[in-house]
C-alpha cells in the first residue's frame, strides 16, 4: 500500500504539471480537491482519465469520485480493492 500512495504522487505530480511539488510535498491524508494543492474540477477530470489508463479503474460518477478522491490514502485503497490491470 506504501508503494501504491508513493507511485500516485508521483502521477499526480507528472499528470497535471505541479511544477515545486515533490512527493515528500504531498500528505496523503490530506484532502486532494480543494485541499493544498488547489486542484479542481479540471484536474479531478486528468486524474479520472489517468487512473482508467493505468490501472483500469472507472470512477464514473460524482458520489463515487467525491469518496475516492477525498485523499491519496482513499485513491490508494480504492485502486488496491478494483484494480484490473
Do not use: C, W
Request: proline fraction near 1%; glycine fraction near 8%.
Amino acid at each position: 500500500m506504501e508503494e501504491l500512495v508513493k507511485e500516485l504522487k508521483k502521477k499526480i505530480i507528472d499528470t497535471l504539471g505541479l511544477i515545486d511539488v515533490t512527493p515528500d510535498d504531498i500528505d496523503e491524508s490530506a484532502q486532494l480537491v480543494g485541499g493544498d494543492l488547489g486542484l479542481d474540477s479540471i484536474d479531478v477530470l486528468e486524474l479520472v482519465m489517468m487512473i482508467e489508463k493505468d490501472y483500469g479503474i472507472k470512477i464514473d460518477n460524482k458520489e463515487l469520485g467525491v469518496k475516492v478522491f477525498a485523499s491519496v490514502t482513499s485513491l490508494a485503497e480504492h485502486i488496491k480493492n478494483n484494480r484490473t490491470i
